[in-house]
């Protein structure tokens, strides 16, 4: 007789486990509330302390699942990976991984059942593992297939402790995941792309302009609302006890007073940018009148003024509509002024009404969060892992600037806790974080929210903080600078390469702020200064002392860019371009040696990857400059001769790029040379000069002019 394709052997105690037995709640969390392992739908938010984690990526629903072996093959796994490790292999899963590999198991345990027509892990053998990696293979890269193929390891890994879902062969004999799919890690694996500099340059300068110069208008418009609906809620209040006449009487009073206010000041009755549904009015006012924000200033209840068919009663109607007439609408309507935009000259909007204050509510907060991600080397989770009161603000030992620091919690390699930890940084920063502070009172107030990124609407939000929404409020932010600051021809943000907008991604962020402290030179963000808006900020203004492993990604784009750049000096060297300065001729035969040793035909590109390999040992040395290149070699470097100790970068500062051998000057270095030609000619030309301090300047020119011609040589 053949054994039962499927062999139940939970008990009513096994089934009642809590699932987050071993895990780590949130304070206060009543463990006798867990999602028991039997349950239809596990709960995994208790144990997931990331804030940017949405509440539905921490659950997992298995009524979803038609196969009941299926779903109980899924159990018996998702609960041995949250509760077991496997020392020297794998650690236990964190809650907010368990999702994804509900996913990855469901495709293999269906491609199982698709194969044999039942799931049984007992019919399994290495032909249908074969089958398996084929399909995941179609359409995805190495390293993903690798993942996914993870879930069939497991099962052979774990099989000591799990019950019904086990593999009992040894996987492809013993073969690594990575050799299965035939996968290579590479540093350039990174696929997060960076932000071009065409776009984070007029992002940030806009986001920059959200928090200094318009979040004022912003968060005093919202204060005048709030006063305006208290006071409009007094009024109606009192109304109430009055008899219906004499409320009526009332509120015609408050509304002449508020006609006639309006005429005293010149300005036009409220009317909405343009119509957003419901009837024309009966006048036919283009753009509508906005009878919301009259109802707050009049006290009227809106529900009891208006008549059947939504349009205000006659009296209050033909009363407005005859002040409009004689004084014109005003778009906006409400009393809060509007700054002027610096770059140019005119007030940057109309003024406020209630939904467009919602609006600029929202892009505020995207703005903040641009200045805070992109200048603080933070990663998502820990961005919004920020809460009110993490900004601290002390001066240096020498009394002369301010240490901006942030208190945040790291993830990235910690436990599922995070790790607290601190990031220097610089004031735009401190002001964005005092602006969320503000703009989000009301949130704090009416919810009790603890983190500086609710979503802010009050009335329809389904959860309290923004998490994964973040990034569909980061791209309404480009569209909205787009729509309302720039025009087809000429937008605030452009497209990228392919011609469609840029989709931003929070990972973005860190990984280009990564690349320009790295890059651009010498540690510094040197592309910050034509932003206009902060000086440059030093390394450790940014990397700081986080824990949150930004060092590393520093270093990793500090290596890729130093290929990016190798690559660069390759391809116009091919393109006969040539290289002046002390280190030109050993920097040119590298190339040409890489160059023979490929053989690349006229008009082809060289082979990639051997070229990478090839002048990987150049690569390492380069470090891009203002004056030249430095490909550094410690042993001659002319910067490092008075230099205590042992370096292993060049020290900017002492660089002598006309005498160091390890220079290397190219044609995009030529306006700085000339920059200071001319510097120097200026400075002959004061008559006050001592005969020594014009000679030194004279022979500093001739050194300078020396340069330039041999730049201008090598162009030819």
């Not at 969390?29 to 949405?54: G, H, K, M, T």
């Not at 039942?118 to 290495?126: G, N, P, S, T």
């Not at 910050?528 to 808006?533: A, G, P, R």
């Not at 002492?654 to 995009?668: F, G, T, V």
Request: proline content about 6%.
């Amino acid at each position: 007789m053949k054994p039962p394709l499927f062999l139940p052997i939970a008990t009513e105690d096994f089934d009642s486990r809590p699932v987050l037995a071993t895990a780590a709640l949130h304070v206060g969390f009543d463990r006798s509330n867990l999602s028991r392992y039997d349950d239809e739908r596990w709960d995994l938010n208790p144990a997931v302390f990331r804030e940017n984690v949405r509440s539905s990526d921490a659950t997992v629903d298995f009524s979803v699942v038609d196969d009941p072996k299926i779903a109980e093959a899924l159990r018996d796994y998702l609960y041995v990976r949250l509760s077991t490790d496997l020392p020297g292999y794998k650690m236990r899963v964190t809650p907010v991984n368990v999702r994804r590999l509900f996913r990855s198991a469901r495709s293999f345990f269906d491609f199982v059942k698709a194969a044999h027509g039942v799931f049984d892990l007992r019919r399994a053998d290495q032909a249908l593992l074969d089958g398996f990696a084929r399909f995941l293979q179609r359409g995805r890269r190495p390293i993903i297939v690798m993942q996914l193929l993870g879930i069939v390891f497991d099962l052979y890994d774990f099989r000591n402790h799990l019950t019904v879902a086990k593999l009992t062969f040894e996987p492809w004999h013993g073969r690594k995941p990575a050799q299965v799919v035939g996968y290579k890690f590479r540093t350039e694996e990174n696929r997060t792309p960076r932000i071009p500099e065409a776009i984070i340059k007029p992002l940030l300068a806009w986001s920059l302009k959200y928090v200094t110069v318009f979040a004022p208008d912003i968060l005093a418009a919202r204060n005048e609302l709030l006063v305006l609906q208290q006071h409009h809620k007094r009024l109606t209040a009192e109304d109430a006890l009055a008899p219906r006449n004499e409320r009526r009487t009332r509120r015609q009073a408050r509304l002449h007073a508020y006609l006639d206010e309006r005429r005293r000041l010149g300005r036009g009755i409220p009317a909405w940018p343009v119509r957003i549904g419901g009837p024309a009015s009966f006048s036919g006012f283009e753009p509508p009148l906005n009878w919301q924000l009259i109802y707050l200033h009049v006290g009227a209840d809106a529900n009891l003024q208006r008549s059947a068919d939504g349009q205000p009663d006659n009296e209050m109607r033909r009363t407005v509509e005859a002040a409009a007439g004689e004084l014109g609408t005003e778009i906006g309507g409400m009393d809060t002024p509007i700054s002027v935009d610096p770059d140019t000259g005119r007030p940057w909007r109309a003024r406020f009404d209630a939904r467009a204050l919602a609006i600029e509510e929202r892009m505020l907060q995207a703005a903040c969060y641009v200045v805070c991600a992109y200048l603080t080397g933070m990663g998502d989770s820990e961005v919004q892992a920020m809460r009110p009161g993490c900004l601290s603000i002390s001066r240096s030992e020498d009394g002369l600037i301010d240490r901006h620091r942030v208190k945040s919690v790291a993830y990235k390699g910690k436990e599922a806790r995070g790790e607290e930890a601190e990031w220097v940084t610089i004031a735009p920063v401190a002001t964005a974080i005092s602006v969320l502070e503000l703009l989000n009172v009301r949130s704090v107030q009416q919810r009790g929210t603890e983190t500086l990124w609710p979503v802010l609407s009050l009335a329809h939000a389904r959860k309290q903080a923004l998490a994964t929404d973040v990034v569909t409020r980061l791209n309404q932010f480009r569209d909205h600078l787009n729509e309302r600051f720039g025009n087809e021809a000429e937008p605030i943000i452009p497209s990228g390469s392919d011609g469609r907008p840029w989709q931003l991604t929070t990972r973005q962020f860190r990984r280009t702020i990564a690349w320009h402290i790295a890059n651009r030179p010498f540690g510094t963000i040197a592309g910050m200064i034509q932003y206009k808006h902060v000086s440059v900020a030093t390394f450790e203004g940014y990397a700081g002392s986080s824990k949150s492993g930004f060092l590393a990604e520093v270093e990793t784009e500090r290596r890729l860019g130093q290929m990016d750049d190798i690559l660069t000096y390759f391809d116009e060297r091919q393109l006969g371009s040539g290289l002046s300065g002390p280190a030109a001729v050993r920097i040119a035969k590298s190339l040409d040696g890489a160059a023979s040793e490929l053989q690349p035909l006229p008009g082809m590109i060289a082979d990639r990857g051997r070229l990478r390999v090839l002048l990987a040992d150049t690569a390492r040395t380069l470090h891009v400059g203002v004056l030249a290149d430095c490909f550094f070699d410690p042993a001659t470097a002319v910067c490092l001769r008075h230099a205590a100790g042992s370096q292993s970068a060049p020290m900017i500062s002492l660089c002598e790029p006309s005498r160091c051998p390890n220079a290397c000057i190219r044609a995009r270095h030529r306006p700085a040379w000339a920059g200071a030609a001319e510097n120097a000619r200026g400075m002959l030309k004061e008559k006050r000069l001592s005969e020594l301090q014009r000679l030194a300047i004279e022979q500093d020119l001739q050194r300078i002019d020396g340069v330039i011609s041999d730049i201008d040589v090598t162009r030819r």
